[in-house]
């Protein structure tokens, strides 16, 4: 047969028309505030700053810039400590070289070297400073405890001299690295710029003879404000105009020159002139070093090099703006938001595909940002929330799958198998969690192949033809039952061909159940569109195709023809079956069964119920023709032949019909059949005593809880069945006796006892059960003829006692119906002890049912 199964959609828009669960929102809210959560801690409460810093140090390392030519540095290297001697060098040392560099006529010259101590060389070196714009450094110390920060300036000569001050402090973060710098540093009283920000403000106002881009001259001006600004504020990030430096690859590519060389006039002046000429200290043993972004690859940065990118960055405006925290917090949830998104509407596959995008969409525009716009908006928070999130929502997605296929397996492994199985050879579900579901998965998996078999074989091994089509109406599969039917009647195999024309060639008898009304139309119907209303595919015919129809064959016997859908898991149509019934042997058998139930109302009935209507009309009589012993004899004949007529009827209708089962109070039962049967044991002086076994009358059964005797049972059999025990018992006991009901629920036994035959009726799957017990004190049965209660037309006491009539289909009756309501029957009797007749049936629980209040009633 052709796979007719419906392709799974994998349109976003239909997984949104799905209503989603209430856990399902639930936990998927609960996801997204944790992703919240991990955002707010990464970005506002800077938990992810170790690993922002590497991010932004990776990112340096790959982006190489070119360095400013107008920069040279001089450097205090090992060679000149070796030339010029220990260090500290005398000043006026440091006065002939400021003489040698002014000859070359330099646009600055930054001195990257304290001068804090009084010296008989400081007019020197205060002419030599003079010669050239030289900016000097000072050293802010913290004081500690908010105290105000301690101020290291040169001495007042070189203050004088010198065209700038400013501070040389580097900002260090947790990890020892240097990042960054502020703009301005000190407290309220004391504001300090930074020394290359007072380099580049000269630059900017042209003193320097440097052409400064008119963008980066704005953004000079407005620090300049912002110090001015912040002569009152207070010392905080917004006023320092901290900025991060872009450090990369090229840190130290700047023209480098030595000191010693410098002092010898071994350089040419044309290598100084009309720069900025950077003085510091690169001598290993003086170690002014500092770890910085990219010392994975150059080592250590001197002091002298990181002044002299913070130079080159603030004149190219290169500084790198850290974003503000509220900003990198609201960014970071676009990621988080879109892949909550795709959760919904996205397959797991794809929401790792997504996952993964949205990461390196993070990454990417944290580079582009910082290439780009020199804004460093860290990727890590967002990273971490959705790489925080998905591995979660996945497990838990996971979990949930595991939990209902588990469940599901479970249950159909746990299922009864009714098909034969071959014998395991050793225990099937071993190991992990996971190997246990490929057990189960497995063995579901050979279930259904093994169904699949199973309706193979009992498809070819019906007795009837069956054909199955598609919706086209195309006969797909046919049994072999209908390949031998259209064999035998010589037409083509089915196979291939339309229903239509494969079942053309039956005849048409009738609707089924054609009569009057709407099935005589049916009836009409048919015959006036036979054979269009073969046709599957005709809409207007199926509802009566699907009730049957009559058909003949040409070999002249009668079928019944049906048709049924073929649906798959969602109700939709895929085809259809048609089944041929050999109906001929069933109409024989109807005819059969009239006869006999006419012989039985009609033949048998009739007459007997004659007979007792002339009887009465001879009673009524002031003078009968008959004896009056004779009418009574022919009154007895005749009621008996009517009794055992009805009892067969009722006998044949227990066996053989639908039960009408309800919710019933089996002490109502009991109490209706004591009702019927009163007048005969009244007639006997006979006492029915009726005890359902509740304390209080007028009590709710439903709060004795298991004291309520109800069942689920067909009222009027099996009301009729407790008559008949009733009958027996007031039949065969002795007049002033009396009769004792008692109903109880508990658990029957199973064995025989001495005094007693138990006749087990049903299966021991029931553990709570009704009972009810009927004890007379008649003449009891002896123990041989115990196991013939049961057996049709068997009686008792017939010698000893003929006066007592009865057909001896009662207990048979009582055996029937208590057998089909799932119960059983235990007689107790000996000869001249009575008699105890005792039925079980299934007891139904309290929640099924309200319950109404018990009764107790005496006859």
């Known amino acids: 047969m052709p796979n007719t199964s419906t392709r799974l959609s994998l349109d976003p828009r239909a997984r949104l028309g799905r209503r989603a669960g209430r856990r399902f929102l639930i936990e998927w809210a609960a996801i997204g505030c944790l992703g919240l959560v991990v ?80 010296n008989p060389d400081d007019a020197e070196l205060a002419r030599a400073i003079a010669l050239s714009p030289t900016y000097l450094p000072v050293l802010l110390m913290d004081a500690g405890q908010g105290a105000p920060a301690a101020v290291v300036e040169p001495v007042a000569p070189l203050v004088r001299a010198a065209a700038g001050l400013g501070h040389i402090n580097l900002e260090v973060d947790s990890d020892g690295i240097v990042r960054s710098v502020a703009q301005f540093e000190g407290d309220a009283d004391s504001r300090w710029p930074q020394l290359m920000l007072t380099v580049a403000r000269a630059a900017e106002r042209g003193a320097l003879g440097l052409n400064v881009q008119p963008a980066r001259r704005a953004s000079l001006e407005s620090a300049s404000d912002a110090s001015d600004r912040g002569a009152g504020a207070h010392n905080d990030a917004a006023s320092d105009g901290r900025f991060l430096i872009p450090f990369s690859p090229n840190a130290q590519s700047y023209e480098k020159l030595s000191f010693a060389s410098v002092l010898a006039g071994q350089v040419p002046p044309e290598k100084l002139r009309g720069r900025i000429v950077v003085i510091g200290v690169t001598a290993s043993g003086l170690y002014d070093r500092f770890a910085t972004p990219v010392s994975g690859a150059l080592g250590p940065l001197p002091g002298v090099y990181i002044h002299a990118n913070v130079l080159d960055t603030l004149l190219t405006g290169r500084e790198v703006a850290p974003a503000a925290r509220w900003l990198l917090l609201v960014v970071s949830l676009a990621p988080l938001a879109a892949l909550l998104a795709g959760f919904l509407v996205l397959s797991p596959r794809r929401s790792l595909l997504l996952t993964g995008a949205l990461c390196l969409l993070a990454m990417s525009g944290s580079a582009i940002l910082l290439y780009g716009a020199q804004l460093w908006l860290s990727p890590v928070p967002a990273i971490l929330g959705v790489v925080a999130v998905y591995p979660i929502w996945n497990w838990r997605r996971l979990e949930m799958t595991m939990a209902y296929l588990r469940k599901e397996l479970q249950r159909l492994a746990d299922e009864p198998h009714l098909l034969p199985q071959t014998p395991q050879r050793r225990r099937q579900f071993g190991g992990d969690v996971l190997e246990q579901h490929m057990a189960l998965m497995a063995q579901a998996a050979q279930r259904v192949q093994d169904m699949k078999r199973f309706m193979w074989d009992s498809l070819d091994s019906m007795p009837e033809p069956i054909l199955v089509s598609d919706m086209q109406g195309i006969v797909l599969i046919a049994n072999h039952a209908a390949r031998a039917h259209f064999a035998r009647l010589g037409a083509p195999m089915p196979e291939g061909r339309s229903m239509q024309a494969v079942l053309g060639g039956l005849t048409f008898v009738k609707a089924i159940d054609s009569g009057a009304g709407s099935d ?137 019909q639908t039960y009408l089962l309800e919710p019933v109070n089996l002490a109502e039962l009991m109490i209706d059949a004591s009702d019927e049967v009163w007048p005969q044991a009244h007639a006997k002086r006979i006492a029915l005593h009726t005890e359902t076994d509740l304390s209080a009358e007028g009590r709710d059964i439903g709060d004795i809880g298991d004291e309520g005797h109800w069942i689920c049972a067909d009222r009027s059999l099996l009301t009729r069945a407790l008559v008949n025990i009733l009958n027996n018992a007031v039949k065969y006991s002795p007049p002033d006796t009396h009769i004792t009901c008692e109903l109880s629920n508990e658990v029957p036994a199973r064995t025989s006892a001495t005094a007693g035959f138990t006749m087990a009726l049903a299966s021991d799957r029931a553990t709570r059960r009704v009972s009810c017990t009927i004890r007379d004190q008649g003449y009891g049965i002896p123990q041989e003829q115990q196991a013939q209660l049961f057996e049709r037309f068997r009686r008792f006491h017939e010698t000893e006692r003929p006066e007592v009539g009865g057909a001896g289909l009662g207990m048979a009756f009582v055996k029937t119906v208590v057998t089909r309501h799932g119960g059983e029957v235990d007689v107790v009797s000996a000869p001249g002890r009575g008699t105890a007749v005792t039925i079980y049936l299934p007891a139904l629980e309290e929640a099924q049912l309200d319950r109404p209040a018990s009764r107790r009633h005496d006859a």
């Open 39 to 118: 955002i707010a801690l990464s970005s506002l409460g800077r938990m992810s700053a170790s690993v922002d810093h590497l991010v932004y140090d990776r990112l340096l390392s790959l982006h190489a810039q070119a360095v400013l030519p107008d920069i040279v540095v001089l450097e205090i290297d090992n060679e000149s400590i070796a030339q010029l001697g220990r260090w500290p060098w005398p000043r006026s040392v440091h006065a002939r070289l400021l003489e040698q560099v002014a000859k070359a006529k330099p646009a600055a010259v930054v001195y990257d070297v304290l001068f804090t101590e009084t």
């Open 520 to 656: 005589a139309e049916n009836d009409l119907l048919a015959r006036a569109h036979w054979p269009a209303l073969l046709d599957p595919t005709s809409r207007e015919f199926a509802a009566l195709m699907a009730q049957g129809v009559e058909v003949r064959d040409a070999d002249g016997r009668d079928h019944l023809l049906r048709y049924a859908n073929c649906t798959n898991a969602q109700g939709e149509t895929t085809g259809w079956i048609a089944g041929l019934v050999d109906v001929s042997a069933l109409h024989a058998a109807e005819r059969q069964r009239e006869d006999a139930l006419r012989l039985l109302s009609h033949d048998m009935r009739s007459p007997q119920a004659s007979i007792l209507a002339l009887v009465e009309i001879e009673r009524a009589r002031e003078k009968p023709v008959l004896a009056r012993g004779l009418l009574e004899r022919i009154e007895r004949y005749a009621q008996r032949a009517l009794t055992l007529a009805d009892d067969f009827v009722q006998l044949a209708r227990a066996e053989s």
